[in-house]
Every structure is written in C-alpha cells, then in structure tokens.
C-alpha cells in the first residue's frame, strides 16, 4: 500500500508563487514515477509534470519554463515549484504515483487546491 499526501496549496495573487510538496509512504519502492495532476472546474484532469525513478522530466506545454517538478534523494518526496502563477492555473493539485507493477492501480493523493487571484 503507498499513502501520498500533498502539502503547500493555497491562494496567490497572479504573478506570485507556490511550492507543492507530495509525501509518499508505504511501499515506496512500488512507485516508478511520481507527478501531479490538476482538475480544474468543469474541466478533465490533466497532467502538469512527472518526474521518473531515474530523474527524467516531462511538462504540460501550458506550464513549461514556470514550473518545476524535483524528487528528493529518498524518492518518497516530490515536489511542484510554480512561478508566475495565472489564473488559468487555479485548480485542485493532485500527487500521482506511477505503480512499477503493471495492472495495479495507480496512487493519487486527495489533492490540495490552489487559487490564482487577485
């Protein structure tokens, strides 16, 4: 069983930023990637960034060049760095874990909103 929960959402004026933090507990070992998702309202889930085992990277084109997704040396860490939030980036954070085991389900926390306004 892995546990993911998510720290460090809230609201920031645009232009401002935000650091998500994603606790992984459990069997960590489990997990072969970790990344975060977000849902806006009324929209579909979306994947913002992941980051692999291995420390490979990969970002929403919408989120390129102002976020940053880093795991920590543990792997039971990751983390979102957000700069120049928009607007358009208000919506609810979900940490994901990637199971190393094909076929099982993969690991979402309960997610942590984050609002863009001013």
């Known amino acids: 069983q892995v546990q993911l929960l998510e720290s460090g959402g809230g609201l920031v004026q645009p232009g401002g930023s935000l650091r998500l933090s994603c606790a992984a507990s459990g069997d960590i070992f489990s997990i072969k990637a970790m990344g975060w998702y977000r849902q806006a309202p009324g929209k579909q889930r979306e994947l913002v960034a992941s980051?692999?085992?291995?420390?490979?990277?990969s970002y929403a084109d919408s989120v390129k060049g102002r976020f940053t997704i880093s795991r920590g040396n543990l792997q039971n860490l990751v983390h979102l760095q957000m700069n120049n939030l928009k607007p358009e980036d208000t919506a609810v954070y979900y940490c994901?874990?990637?199971?190393?085991?094909?076929?099982?389900?993969?690991?979402w926390g309960q997610g942590t909103q984050v609002t863009v306004s001013s």
């Open positions: 980051v692999t085992s291995m420390g490979s990277t």
């Open positions: 994901h874990g990637d199971p190393v085991v094909p076929g099982i389900d993969d690991y």
